[in-house]
């Protein structure tokens, strides 16, 4: 098979590839260098074309179609402070404990 051969490739295969090289295109990247990364994808998660060979049926590998960067977990983890610098963040949340501590010692006193 000559190199850069795709029969070997499942429609599907394909199909992830066309799309992948679309968004590149659309980051502004070259039609050439964009089919090169495409490619370069698919055959990350599945280890090249799955028509024939030993292996055909083993899992796909997702990691290479996700996004990369810190991924935020939960619904509203960080959103009150993503907006703010790290010296910002900081001091609100003294704040914030310098408030619960004045009205823990205002019920403590109100008790007593």
Do not use: C
Request: overall charge positive.
């Amino acid at each position: 098979m000559p190199r850069g051969e795709k029969s070997a490739y499942t429609d599907k295969q394909r199909r992830q590839a066309e799309h992948i090289e679309a968004g590149y295109k659309q980051k502004g990247i070259s039609t050439g260098e964009a089919e090169k990364r495409a490619w370069a994808t698919v055959n990350k998660a599945d280890g090249g074309g799955k028509k024939t060979g030993s292996g055909r049926g083993l899992a796909t590998d997702k990691a290479p179609f996700r996004k990369s960067g810190k991924r935020k977990g939960g619904k509203a983890d960080g959103k009150a402070t993503t907006g703010r610098a790290k010296p910002a963040r900081t001091s609100a949340s003294k704040l914030t404990r310098t408030r619960s501590k004045a009205k823990a010692k205002a019920k403590a006193k109100a008790k007593a």
